[in-house]
């Protein structure tokens, strides 16, 4: 990858993130208040709305379905956070599980990755249609991904860890040139 | 190329994020229907050109099931809905005769 390749999107693999995947309905009572108190440190409830992510404290709680959310969070916390949830939602029909190795995390920083993205797959990746807070599954290639904006120019994505090495090839060949730039026009 | 709506995610999502289910609205026949009644729910479908039921799974995505309302004449989408009925709402059903006048849901 040359230098000007590089400036605009590098790509990494990881960080190696926690997940723990939480099922049930969405009206179970404290739910909210048991994903903002695992978070932590939140006043309330952290009951992300739909195709969005609620990120705090090194942490975030994405929604996946409408009756499915996952926690994301350092890997050391993951334990005590699946405990912690469990013993909240005590006595509720849930579904609680450790899914950190499931999935592969890649992150993508620099200004390119919008167009590295729109490449791949059919998600409108616009800034008007993706922007801050959301969170897209989809399709990248030939295989499913999900993906959120972490930080100023830098895109998180996560797929699942037996195609991990497709989607590097995958991400690296969409990184390769300078493209057209459409998502650089000024205003966009 | 197909383009729907998720009822559940609200995403405009592209064919190829979706798995296709076939027709929509199919009754089954229980142990008491008769033998051509039953050969006729698992093989017989419409194949209709014009409005269309087809249930969708958003497969790379919040992985649910839902029934596109669908013209395969002229591509229009009259809308999506969730796969939890057994008839197509009313919604629909009037979205469906402002484009084609006199429609009626057979069931």
Redesign the interface.
């Not at chain 2, 497969?59 to 649910?64: F, K």
């Given at each position: 990858m040359s230098e000007r390749e590089a400036a605009r999107l590098r790509l990494r693999r990881g960080p190696g993130l926690g997940m723990i995947a939480l099922r049930c309905a969405p009206h179970v009572p404290g739910l909210g208040e048991a994903l903002g108190g695992a978070l932590g440190g939140m006043r309330g409830a952290a009951l992300p709305e739909r195709g969005r992510i609620v990120s705090a404290n090194g942490g975030a709680v994405a929604w996946m379905s409408p009756d499915e959310w996952l926690l994301l969070c350092p890997r050391e916390r993951t334990a005590g956070l699946l405990e912690r949830l469990s013993r909240e939602l005590a006595g509720e029909h849930h579904l609680l599980a450790d899914v950190s190795d499931a999935r592969a995390v890649f992150t993508l920083s620099g200004p390119g990755w919008r167009e590295a993205l729109a490449r791949l797959g059919p998600a409108d990746v616009s800034p008007a249609g993706f922007g801050a807070g959301m969170f897209r599954r989809s399709r990248l290639g030939q295989v499913a991904a999900a993906f959120w904006i972490s930080g100023p120019d830098e895109l998180r994505l996560f797929c699942r860890s037996s195609v991990a090495g497709y989607m590097e090839a995958l991400l690296e060949g969409a990184a390769r040139g300078e493209g057209p730039g459409i998502f650089d026009a000024p205003g966009a | 190329m197909l383009i729907l709506e998720c009822p559940?995610?609200?995403?405009?999502?592209?064919e190829?994020?979706l798995a296709p289910g076939g027709e929509a609205h199919v009754r089954r026949v229980g142990p008491e229907g008769s033998d051509e009644a039953f050969e006729a729910y698992l093989f017989m479908r419409r194949n209709p050109c014009g409005v269309h039921f087809e249930l969708w799974r958003h497969?790379?995505?919040?992985?649910?099931w839902f029934i596109a309302a669908r013209n395969t004449l002229t591509l229009e989408v009259y809308g999506t809905y969730p796969a939890q009925t057994d008839r197509p709402p009313a919604a629909i059903v009037r979205a469906i005769r402002r484009r084609v006048p006199g429609w009626e849901w057979q069931p």
């Open positions: - | 559940f995610c609200g995403i405009m999502a592209d190829t994020e497969a790379h995505g919040c992985g649910r």
